[in-house]
């Protein structure tokens, strides 16, 4: 082929047209080969990775417990269960209505609730609205729900057993000719009650508000996967907010780096010992204050409370003398760092100079802490116990004073934690022994030789539930120790013992 122009004679097939070179070529393309078999092999070691992870974490905290039929958590540095990073699908399903609940008491009673009405959502078919906490209590903090949870973590981790949303739809309002059912369920109901009496009620309300909702679910006689369920909404759905986890972590650290250390739960707070009764070492000044105080809140029925009577049977929670004395027993030196899990003490420095003698490594949230890293806290008590229960969670040993929401939900948290150790106290031969050591009749060796000796198996070794038939209050709490939750069914006797091991009374 010949291309004429001006008389020029040119012949295009000695100046073919440019190509990209073979070997460029070549190289582009094995470029581009290797770019793509090294993604797919970087995703599939990250699967694999986090895979192997996961198990690895699993089996080593596994061998002692594991959850059937749940996804388990990583247990994280702080002792408390860290969500696993997906999520599963959703559970598609007719609901029966919405249920709002107004949670009451401190942080540790709203949290055993939320995961009791989780559990009646679930097996009723409801939409259950995010729950409301307590404003109106002793406390009077003003948090909401998302101040003190992971409000998206909380719904997500749930998706694939129960519908939650932020709040009723407008269209079931009252403008629109819906009303809503307002009541307390009845305490301690098992799975019938709510069946038979709670789920005709939203054939005429598609809004139950459950007005009370502290121990409304039984501890036991549930099926298994509702205390499962029960176990899986406290430890992975549950998570604090980020900025209470990141403070609670660095509470951790700041302890670990110092060595081991001691949780002490000191319940000796003003409402505890107003609610109580519980005046034994206070002033006259102090007691009458107390009774005031017990007065002024309707909702405690108790009003004349004969604290000495009340203390004999170890029902008043320990004092900061006798916490002193009882630790020291107990073996623990002048070294051990012990950190303070509670509020304001009752009587402040004067009532913790004793306990500080004693064991001069004591700290608390506020001496750790600076003013800057607490501020966001100040006045909202819920989110200040978060802190505490994060650290009591994690710490080497914890030991409560007192057995309240707060003392059962770690114990339990730390049995799921591969049975931490956990001195449970007995304050009504406690009370007695430091009694008899007080007036001379016990030596300080023959003191400390009985303390150990009564308090050699109260460490929350791995145990059934006491179950006591018609008297839940009088039994062993689900929460302190979610034992179907502790190991798989094939496994359980010989971690808890056999069947028959429960002490059940009538």
């Known amino acids: 082929m010949e291309v004429r122009s001006e008389g020029i004679q040119v ?10 070179p073979r070997t460029r070529l070549r190289i582009w393309f094995i470029r581009v080969c290797s770019s793509i078999v090294l993604w797919t092999c970087l995703v599939q070691l990250v699967t694999v990775s986090e895979l192997w992870h996961s198990h690895l974490i699993s089996g080593i905290t596994n061998g002692i417990y594991h959850i059937t039929q749940v996804q388990l958590p990583i247990q994280g540095d702080n002792g408390v269960a860290q969500s696993p990073p997906a999520f599963l699908p959703r559970r598609n399903y007719t609901s029966n209505g919405f249920l709002r609940v107004s949670c009451n008491g401190g942080l540790n009673q709203m949290r055993a609730a939320i995961c009791d009405m989780v559990t009646v959502a679930r097996f009723l078919n409801l939409t259950l609205v995010v729950p409301e906490l307590d404003k109106t209590s002793f406390w009077a903090d ?126 000796y707070e003003m409402d505890m010992l107003a609610f109580s009764g519980c005046t034994h070492g206070c002033t006259d000044k102090e007691a ?44 623990f030196g002048r070294e051990t760092q012990i950190y303070i899990a509670a509020g304001e003490i009752y009587g402040s420095e004067r009532r913790l100079a004793q306990l500080k003698a004693v064991f001069p490594q004591i700290v608390k949230k506020e001496t750790l802490l600076t003013w800057d890293d607490l501020r966001q806290f100040q006045n909202h008590s819920s989110q200040m116990a978060a802190l505490d229960f994060m650290v009591s969670a994690a710490s080497n040993t914890f030991v409560p004073t007192y057995d309240g929401n707060m003392a059962k939900l770690v114990e339990g948290h730390r049995r799921y934690s591969g049975f931490k150790r956990t001195i449970l106290l007995d304050r009504k031969k406690v009370v007695e022994l430091v009694d008899m050591h007080q007036n001379g009749t016990l030596s300080w060796i023959e003191f400390a030789d009985a303390v150990r000796g009564v308090h050699e198996r109260r460490i929350a070794q791995p145990t059934r539930r006491r179950v006591i038939l018609d008297k839940p209050k009088e039994e062993d709490y689900f929460y302190a120790n979610p034992h179907e939750c502790l190991c798989e069914e094939t496994s359980c006797d010989d971690l808890l013992g056999s069947h028959n091991s429960s002490q059940v009374s009538s």
């Open 288 to 331: 009458e204050e107390l009774k005031q105080l017990r007065y002024a809140f309707p909702w405690w029925k108790e009003k004349e409370i004969i604290s000495d009577e009340r203390r004999s049977q170890g029902l008043c929670p320990l004092t900061p003398e006798e916490a002193a004395l009882v630790l020291r027993a107990l073996g």
């Open 11 to 20: 012949r295009c097939d000695k100046f073919p047209a440019p190509v990209i």
């Open 142 to 267: 003003p948090s909401n729900f998302e101040d003190i949870f992971d409000v998206k973590h909380f719904i997500d981790s749930l998706r694939d057993e129960v519908r939650i949303v932020k709040k009723v739809p407008k269209k079931f309002g009252g403008k629109r000719g819906y009303s809503t059912l307002e009541m307390p369920p009845v305490s301690w109901s098992n799975e019938k009650y709510y069946l038979e009496q709670i789920l005709p009620l939203f054939g005429k309300h598609k809004v139950l508000h459950f007005n009370k909702t502290d121990t409304r679910l039984a501890n036991n006689g549930l099926p298994l996967d509702l205390q499962k369920l029960r176990c899986r909404v406290n430890f992975q759905a549950l998570k604090f907010t980020p900025q209470i986890e990141n403070l609670g972590h660095n509470l951790i650290q700041m302890l670990h780096e110092k060595g081991p250390f001691v949780a002490l739960h000191l319940r």
